[in-house]
């Protein structure tokens, strides 16, 4: 076997509610004895959509050894559910990109002369949350639909100062002792937020020591263990967390818990969450 990503259940925050096996058209998931199960590695494809409906945030994306994700065995599976799931299945892929899964599944559908729910559908579907569960992954366009200026010329005459105040960034290559690590206050960013929220260096980095990394696509583990050791080693003042507002950017808000109880130390921690749109919630 392969290492490859697959999510885990932390079974002391699952209360067996059930919202993530609705969350999971492929079957991979179910209730037993009042916990969520993951009860076949072959039907987890591990891109995470069950963690936008976990309410307890008790499902995580990790790297193990595990049997390669087989998309056959799972539309045997999802075609006995009817059309409402295979066509959240075929969604799902599609939305994330996986085109060879997706292949194999509208193939398989041919061979067994089943009809496709996703060819009925129109090309401009709306909604905020995609029948996967990761509207994380929706498609948008954020420009504006149309020149709203009125002729008033916005004056970005003065430029906006960087407030970087250490290289490098990046989790993965940030040393645990570095100098500036003493009495800082910590920003801990998903990589995608200065991207939405236009004035990041001002409203959000100003004063602080930067952290960059992804929590759905990078080693969660490695992430939480590194944070630990630099909250151990080092007179950090105080953590903000900042990260977009999709369900699967709510990883980092658990490993920085995670690495902060680890530490053993109290230190203030801020959580901060911007939405798509660039606007921010939580400060």
């Given at each position: 076997?392969?290492?490859?990503?697959?999510?885990?259940?932390?079974?002391?925050?699952?209360?067996?509610?059930?919202?993530?096996?609705?969350?999971?058209?492929?079957?991979?998931?179910?209730?037993?004895?009042?916990?969520?199960?993951?009860?076949?590695?072959?039907f987890c494809d591990g891109l995470g959509a069950?963690?936008?409906?976990?309410?307890?945030?008790?499902?995580?994306?990790?790297?193990?050894?595990?049997?390669?994700?087989?998309?056959?065995?799972?539309?045997k599976n999802i075609v006995k559910q009817g059309?409402?799931?295979?066509?959240?299945?075929?969604?799902?892929?599609?939305?994330?990109?996986?085109?060879?899964?997706?292949?194999?599944?509208?193939?398989?559908?041919?061979?067994?002369?089943?009809?496709?729910?996703?060819?009925?559908?129109?090309?401009?579907?709306?909604?905020?949350?995609?029948?996967?569960?990761?509207?994380?992954?929706?498609?948008?366009?954020?420009?504006?639909?149309?020149?709203?200026?009125?002729?008033?010329?916005?004056?970005?005459?003065?430029?906006?100062?960087?407030?970087?105040?250490?290289?490098?960034?990046?989790?993965?290559?940030?040393?645990?002792?570095?100098?500036?690590?003493?009495?800082?206050?910590?920003?801990?960013?998903?990589?995608?937020?200065?991207?939405?929220?236009?004035?990041?260096?001002?409203?959000?980095?100003?004063?602080?020591?930067?952290?960059?990394?992804?929590?759905?696509?990078?080693?969660?583990?490695?992430?939480?263990?590194?944070?630990?050791?630099?909250?151990?080693?080092?007179?950090?003042?105080?953590?903000?967390?900042?990260?977009?507002?999709?369900?699967?950017?709510?990883?980092?808000?658990?490993?920085?818990?995670?690495?902060?109880?680890?530490?053993?130390?109290?230190?203030?921690?801020?959580?901060?969450?911007?939405?798509?749109?660039?606007?921010?919630?939580?400060?």
């Amino acid at each position: 076997m392969a290492k490859r990503q697959i999510i885990t259940i932390d079974e002391e925050k699952c209360n067996g509610c059930g919202s993530c096996v609705s969350g999971c058209p492929e079957g991979a998931l179910q209730i037993i004895d009042d916990k969520a199960r993951l009860i076949s590695d072959l039907f987890c494809d591990g891109l995470g959509a069950c963690i936008g409906d976990c309410p307890e945030d008790a499902i995580t994306v990790i790297e193990r050894e595990a049997e390669p994700y087989d998309e056959i065995r799972v539309m045997k599976n999802i075609v006995k559910q009817g059309d409402n799931t295979i066509k959240a299945h075929l969604k799902h892929l599609k939305t994330h990109g996986e085109t060879g899964f997706l292949k194999q599944a509208t193939g398989y559908l041919e061979e067994n002369k089943i009809a496709n729910p996703l060819e009925e559908e129109t090309k401009n579907e709306s909604g905020d949350k995609l029948p996967c569960g990761c509207p994380g992954s929706r498609v948008m366009d954020l420009r504006d639909s149309g020149d709203k200026s009125d002729g008033i010329t916005e004056d970005v005459s003065a430029d906006q100062r960087s407030e970087l105040r250490q290289w490098p960034v990046q989790i993965h290559l940030v040393p645990v002792n570095a100098p500036y690590f003493d009495g800082a206050d910590l920003l801990i960013a998903a990589d995608c937020v200065p991207f939405a929220h236009g004035n990041f260096h001002r409203d959000i980095l100003k004063g602080k020591i930067l952290l960059v990394g992804c929590p759905k696509l990078d080693d969660a583990g490695f992430y939480r263990d590194k944070i630990t050791e630099i909250l151990k080693e080092n007179n950090i003042k105080s953590v903000t967390i900042v990260h977009m507002e999709v369900p699967c950017c709510f990883g980092l808000v658990k490993l920085v818990n995670d690495a902060l109880t680890g530490s053993g130390k109290k230190i203030r921690l801020e959580d901060i969450t911007v939405k798509v749109n660039g606007e921010v919630r939580g400060k």
